[in-house]
């Protein structure tokens, strides 16, 4: 009988340690549920992509973050329907964001659009869709063999033949209006945007019938999106991080906050690593984080910030390494009318 409680006991503590404890969520402005970190997947190539997001659901992950310029959009799919037949998650437990990509801002384009991620994902519905970038690109075939309403059919970075890029004058809020209507097929939850700034994020509340629930930027120490974060917080929208770690493997994003002397002396203290440090206090920022990896370790690694908090003038040591540091600024669109990056904010 002893034996037996003590061998239930044992069995209860196994299970509660090896069950992945789940992360916070946050309530958006339509009553959904948004988990506060996400496994982003740009750069996650062939391959790499399906086998980090089956990674993640395991280190309990409940939120993935792709696009259709990703080009992984049926892996991830394939990883979640995997983990779902293995009876690992439901699909009501996981939250699924794709984009619409700017090749396809003219309003009659969008729903073909939607069409192609939703087969890509090819899950019952998707959670989340957003206007990846307020600038819209030209159509130009690059693959002649594809029908031309094939939305593969087309560079996804058209440029002329000095290397700019063809943007062109489709007015977003015509964009956002085609989105909502996709609300109405029951296969999208939620609509938003990302690399918006604060006046065109205005512009679309002040004509929306659908309010966008999040606003996806770049947000790291180095560009702690503050503003924006309160201009959202007071219009009920969230921010989602993108590139929260600073993109430390490229040249520019070496140098910042990964490495910054402060987050190393933080990290020491609270005992943690500098990417958890980073990770943790974009969330206490008010921030939804989606940090990008394809390394399991690193994918737990980052998940393990809800052990801790940073005190109050932790946060503060961390506010001070804002310098307003943009790494991805779209630079050769600067022209568009629709540039968002020209403002403060
Ligand atoms: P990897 O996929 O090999 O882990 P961001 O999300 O800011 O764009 O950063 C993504 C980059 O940061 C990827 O190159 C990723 O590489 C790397 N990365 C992800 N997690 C960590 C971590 N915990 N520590 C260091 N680098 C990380």
Redesign the pocket.
């Known amino acids: 009988m002893r034996l037996l409680s003590v061998t239930s006991a044992i069995l209860a503590f196994i299970i509660l340690v090896t069950e992945a404890k789940l992360a916070p969520t946050i309530r958006l402005n339509n009553g959904y549920e948004m988990p506060v970190i996400g496994l ?1 997947t ?3 190539t062939s391959g790499d992509a399906e086998r ?1 997001v089956k990674d993640a659901i395991d280190a309990g992950y409940r939120h993935i973050d792709t696009a259709f310029l990703y080009g992984n959009e049926v892996e991830v799919g394939n990883a979640i329907r995997s983990k779902i037949e293995d009876g690992v998650i439901k699909r009501e437990d996981i939250f699924v964001t794709t984009k619409l990509w700017s090749t396809f801002h003219e309003p009659d384009q969008v729903e073909k659009a939607f069409q192609r991620s939703f087969d890509n994902l090819n899950l019952d519905y998707i959670d989340l869709y957003l206007m990846h970038y307020p600038v819209a690109y030209r159509r130009v075939l690059q693959n002649i063999r594809l029908p031309s309403d094939d939305v593969n059919a087309f560079y996804v970075f058209p440029v002329d033949k000095n290397g700019n890029t063809l943007t062109e004058d489709v007015d977003y809020v015509d964009t956002w209006r085609a989105m909502e209507k996709l609300i109405e097929t029951g296969q999208v939850r939620s609509i938003g945007i990302s690399n918006f700034n604060s006046e065109q994020t205005e512009r679309i509340l002040s004509m929306a019938t659908i309010k966008p629930v999040t606003n996806q930027v770049e947000c ?1 120490p180095n560009l702690n999106q503050r503003k924006l974060i309160n201009f959202n917080a007071a219009r009920n929208m969230t921010i989602t991080a ?8 490229t040249p520019n ?1 070496q140098k910042l906050a ?1 490495s910054e002397p402060k987050v190393l002396e933080l990290a020491q203290k609270y005992r943690k ?4 440090i980073i990770l943790r206090y974009t969330v206490q920022n008010g921030a939804i984080v ?6 399991k370790n ?2 737990q ?2 998940f393990n910030i809800f052990d801790f908090e940073l005190s109050d003038s932790d946060m503060q040591i961390m506010h001070g390494l804002n310098n307003n540091y943009r790494l991805i600024d779209f630079a050769t669109d600067k022209d568009n009318k629709y540039y968002p990056f020209n403002i403060e904010f």
């Open positions: 982003g740009f750069e996650s980090a790291h993108y590139s929260p770690l600073g993109r430390p493997h994003g990964l690593t500098p990417a958890q989606i940090p990008k990896s394809t390394n690193r994918i690694e980052n």
